[in-house]
């Protein structure tokens, strides 16, 4: 069987999704196939003689630099990652094979558009770690994140405060108005949570009623309170419902760290019971852990 010519052999390369990228020993483009124009934007002439760093974006290119030199020095690379800004501006995620040849002192590689399987990635990541109704972090990523929260809080030997929120009254919504307007009601406090905390707290729904908020780095109980006493205010700021007005509250509990617990349970555990001493007095407050050491957790069932 006679072998294919070398044009018939290009037009095979150039019906490839991938992209064949042949670069020079100064990081300018030499060859590209034409596969480059759908993952970059860009006709091969636009891209040849221009060096392939000026494209890679801003935050990858001291790490692609990096592996540049590698694959020079004889490291072949088979699954490099890195981003190109296209020339429509959009951002393009590439995984790369590529090697070093001695004899012509080219880099030769093989371009593969990988910017959807990112996106249906991070898809999955957020159903994953994120409640779909509120938005919020779930169950799985909050305890993620408190975790790494105490790791901090341990080795910086700072203060960490965990607040557990539970509305009061929440189910007469539900049965008076139903559950579209409960829905809804869940969805105002998770962006009023959010929108009165500090962008460093992570502020969570563990399902239903029921929020937790983590506070990093406070300095002392009084910048806790102080921030919390201006949540139940923003609260209880009246909420508009079917033509209804409806007052919002929530009882807070507060643990600190490493006050009222050392671990991950100690702290949930303190934090519920505080909870529910703030709900039994009338809900629409907060009560911290150290008001309830001398009580048993049964006593607050």
Not at 113 to 127: A, C, G, R, W, Y
Not at 156 to 181: R, Y
Not at 204 to 209: K, N, S, T
Request: aromatic fraction near 8%; charge should be negative.
């Amino acid at each position: 069987m006679p072998s294919p010519s070398l044009a018939s052999l290009s037009d095979y390369i150039d019906q490839l999704l991938e992209a064949i990228c042949v670069v020079d020993a100064n990081g300018c483009f030499l060859y590209l196939s034409s596969g480059c124009e759908r993952i970059f934007g860009y006709t091969s002439e636009e891209m040849i003689g221009r060096p392939m760093i000026e494209l890679v974006h801003p935050d990858d290119k001291d790490r692609t630099l990096v592996a540049a030199s590698e694959i020079m020095a004889g490291d072949h690379k088979i699954d490099f990652e890195n981003r190109y800004v296209r020339k429509d501006g959009q951002i393009a995620h590439i995984q790369w094979s590529a090697r070093w040849s001695e004899d012509q002192k080219v880099r030769v590689a093989v371009a593969r558009d990988i910017t959807k399987h990112k996106q249906l990635l991070q898809q999955l990541q957020h159903i994953a770690f994120y409640d779909p109704l509120t938005q919020l972090p779930n169950r799985a990523l909050f305890e993620d994140r408190l975790q790494q929260s105490l790791a901090r809080a341990r080795r910086e030997q700072s203060m960490l405060a965990l607040c557990f929120v539970d509305l009061d009254k929440f189910k007469q919504v539900n049965d008076c108005h139903g559950h579209a307007a409960g829905d809804l009601y869940l969805q105002t406090v998770a962006e009023r949570l959010l929108y009165s905390m500090r962008e460093t707290d992570t502020v969570a729904r563990l399902g239903g009623d029921e929020f937790v908020i983590i506070m990093d780095a406070v300095s002392e109980q009084s910048a806790v309170l102080n921030s919390l006493q201006h949540l139940l205010v923003k609260l209880q700021q009246p909420f508009l419902l079917q033509q209804h007005q409806l007052q919002l509250s929530a009882s807070v509990g507060v643990a600190l760290f490493p006050d009222h617990g050392l671990d991950q349970a100690s702290l949930l555990a303190a934090a519920d019971r505080a909870m529910y001493r703030a709900k039994y007095a009338g809900g629409n407050q907060l009560c911290f852990a150290t008001d309830l050491s001398h009580l048993s957790e049964k006593n607050y069932g």
